[in-house]
Each structure stands twice: as structure tokens, then as C-alpha cells.
């Protein structure tokens, strides 16, 4: 898919904005704090309602205005799309998809697909567990709707077994009802556990085929899935197992006050040959595995949905080394792509046949070029 117009009102830095976008490469062009990472969070944006920088829209919304407002018209395999997002200061977001409104963020899922990489997932491979959860987190809501609601679910779950494990520290006659909880928790994860298994299999396939590229077959990238209480065959096993586990840790849980296992402990092994590169990985090494994530990533988008996802490229160019920086951009081929540099030099390797420059300045954007 790919993105013809945008249209920003009162969104961060940006008063008014209307551009038309290349189908290609679009390069934002500027020096710091100009705006072009904004123009990269809007679209972001139009794909979860989400930002991938803040949870609150009082930021988002321009400074001293109450309402800010976001718009693409863009066009898929199957037709046209159009989102709109309203925000609205102390308000629940609108958003409309082709012309349909609703409060709910979620009906904005399944429309537009984004892939972001940023330098935040450089560090992807050495951070803890959470930035992977996240990234699997974020990544399978991307593809399946379904995913984030189960995940929404779960987490809510969760909240409500550790208010009890602390009410329970206080006062033992509440230990009656954990059983409840550990049971709906126990259902809620095993149906996680099992979509993240899936989706980390096929992710490491075709990483694997990516990253093996990348090190021209010197290097074998696999990723496993590293769960806190092991797999079972099925849903049912997993389910009855899941709440042997949870009795086994009552006490600890009650004495902690939270829930020590379930998927909200997982973690995503990475090893390169064998060996676990987020421990033992040169910075080089991280930096490949992350890059074949991201580019695995767009294929499994592909694969899922029949779409290539639009890609964000923000300020990640000038991170990357030559030779990775080539590998990416040979790899991007039918993907439209939007690229935030300081440095237009820093995109020297960038042979696009078919780009628009623009240079952002203090919120003015002005086309450049266009081959
Ligand atoms: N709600 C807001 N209202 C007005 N201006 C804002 C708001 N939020 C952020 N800004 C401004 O937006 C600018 C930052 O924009 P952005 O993050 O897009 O920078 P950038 O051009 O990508 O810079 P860098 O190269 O440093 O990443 C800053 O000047 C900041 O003050």
C-alpha cells in the first residue's frame, strides 16, 4: 500500500500541513527539532492511533490549540483508503475510516499498515525483555487485530490478580477468590503464548533468510521463543498447566504482590551460531539482527495481509554502516518509504530511481525534487 496525501492540523509543531507524498521515497530533510520525526508520527498513527513516542494527546495536540487532526487518503491492492484521526484535548480520539466514525482506537487496525525502525530498535537485541515484548506486542497487533485485543484482555486480568494478591498480604480470607482469577489468567495467556510461538516462528524463518544475506551465509540467525512456564501441545494443556503453575507460586505472588509467571514475563531469544547474541552479540552484530527483524518484519506484513506496509526510516540511515545501509535500501524495492535525515549526505548510498526530497524547517516543508 501507499500513502497520496497527508493532511495535519494543529499536530505537534504543524499549524497547517497538506503534502502530496511520492509512492516511493519521501526524504524529510532538516536540522533538529524542525518536525520531520512528527510528519513519521502521524502516519504511524493512522495505522493504531498510537504514538510510537507518548501515550498522551495533550502532547500531540499543537501547544495552545485544543484539537489537532490527522489525515491520509492512500491507496491499497483492493482500492482506496482514508483515515482520519481527531484529537481532542481531555477527550476520547474520533477516528473515521473511509468515511465511518467511532471512538474506539482499535477500529483503526487493519487498515493501514506501518513498519517503523528507528535507532530505539538498534537496541532491540541488547535491551531487557520488555523492549522485545513490546516489539512482539507491537508487531502482531499490527497484523492481527485479534492479537491486541487478547493482549488488552490479559493485561487487564492481570491488574485485577495483583490488586487481589496485595488485598490477600492484608488479609487471608481473599485467598478464596485467586483461583477465579488464576483460571480466567490462565486461559487469557495460553491463547497469548500460542499467537506469539507462531508468530515468532515464522519471523525467524524469514529473518533468518534475511540476516543470512546481510552476513553472505556466515552468520545463522534463530529466534526462539522464551516463555516463562514451558509449552504444551495445545490450548487446553497449556490452560492446565498454566494454573498448576500459577497454585505452585501463590505464596511467592501474595508476598511480591504480583504475578511472577505468565507472558507478560516472556522474553525473545536471539542467537547467532549458537550463541546468544543480546549477551555475547558485538554492537555490529546487534545492529544486523535488528535490521533483520525489521526487513523480516515487511515480508511477514506481506504474508499476512497481502499488503507491503509503508515504511519509517526515522533518522536510522546515518546509524547504519555502508554496507548495511545498501543492503537495506536494495531490499526496500516496492515499499514506500519515508526516510528522516539531518544529513542528505548521510543518504549518499540511496540510488532511489524514484524519491521526493523535502526540507523541514521550522514546520514549513518545502518540496525539493523529484526524479
Ligand atoms: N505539541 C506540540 N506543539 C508544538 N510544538 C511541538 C509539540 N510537540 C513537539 N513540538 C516541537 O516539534 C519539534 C520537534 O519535532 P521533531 O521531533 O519532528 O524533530 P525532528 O525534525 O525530527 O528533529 P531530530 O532530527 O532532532 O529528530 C520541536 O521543536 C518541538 O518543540
Known amino acids: 500500500m501507499y500513502i497520496k496525501n497527508l493532511k495535519l492540523i494543529n499536530f505537534r509543531n504543524y499549524h497547517q500541513l497538506e503534502l502530496s507524498l511520492h509512492p516511493k521515497v519521501n526524504i524529510f530533510v532538516g536540522d533538529n527539532a524542525q518536525g520531520k520525526t512528527n510528519i513519521l508520527e502521524a502516519i504511524y498513527m493512522t495505522a493504531s492511533g498510537k504514538s510510537f513516542r507518548t501515550i498522551k494527546d495533550r502532547e500531540i495536540i499543537k501547544m495552545d490549540k485544543q484539537q489537532g487532526y490527522i489525515k491520509i487518503e492512500g491507496e491499497k491492492r483492493y482500492g482506496k483508503v482514508t483515515v482520519e484521526i481527531k484529537l481532542e484535548e481531555e477527550k476520547k480520539k474520533q477516528v473515521k475510516v473511509n468515511g465511518l466514525t467511532s471512538t474506539k482506537r482499535t477500529e483503526l487496525l487493519g487498515n493501514v499498515y506501518v513498519v517503523i525502525f528507528s535507532p530505539e530498535d538498534l537496541k532491540l537485541v541488547k535491551e531487557g525483555p520488555a523492549e522485545r515484548r513490546r516489539f512482539i506486542d507491537q508487531e502482531l497487533s499490527n497484523i492481527k487485530p485479534k492479537y ?180 537495506l535500501i536494495k531490499s526496500l524495492r516496492d515499499i514506500q518509504t519515508f526516510v528522516t535525515t539531518t544529513e542528505l549526505n548521510s543518504l549518499e548510498t540511496m540510488e532511489f530511481s524514484d524519491k521526493s526530497i523535502f526540507y523541514v524547517e521550522n514546520a514549513n516543508v518545502k518540496y525539493y525534487a523529484k526524479d
Request: glycine share 4%; no cysteine; net charge positive.
Open 148 to 327: 491486541f485485543h487478547h493482549l488488552h484482555q490479559y493485561h487487564k486480568v492481570l491488574m485485577q490478580r495483583n490488586n487481589l494478591l496485595k488485598k490477600i498480604y492484608q488479609n487471608k480470607k481473599y485467598m478464596d477468590t485467586l483461583d477465579i482469577w488464576d483460571e480466567k489468567l490462565a486461559e487469557l495467556g495460553a491463547r497469548l503464548m500460542f499467537e506469539r510461538l507462531s508468530f515468532i516462528n515464522r519471523l525467524s524463518m524469514l529473518s533468518k533468510l534475511v540476516h543470512r544475506k546481510i552476513t553472505d551465509n556466515r552468520e545463522t540467525l534463530e529466534l526462539r521463543y522464551q516463555s516463562s512456564i514451558p509449552m504444551k501441545k495445545n490450548d487446553e494443556e497449556m490452560k492446565a498447566f498454566f494454573i498448576e503453575k500459577l497454585k505452585e507460586s501463590q505464596e511467592k505472588d501474595v508476598n511480591r504482590g504480583s504475578t511472577t509467571l505468565g507472558p507478560h514475563r516472556d522474553d525473545l531469544g536471539l542467537y547467532v551460531n549458537g550463541i546468544d547474541i543480546r549477551v555475547f552479540g558485538s554492537q555490529g552484530q546487534q545492529r544486523t539482527t535488528a535490521l533483520a527483524l525489521k526487513l523480516a518484519e515487511i515480508e511477514l506484513v506481506k504474508g499476512e495481509t497481502g499488503e507491503y506496509p509503508i515504511l519509517l526510516l526515522d533518522d536510522v540511515m546515518s546509524e547504519l554502516d555502508q554496507k548495511r545501509q545498501q543492503f
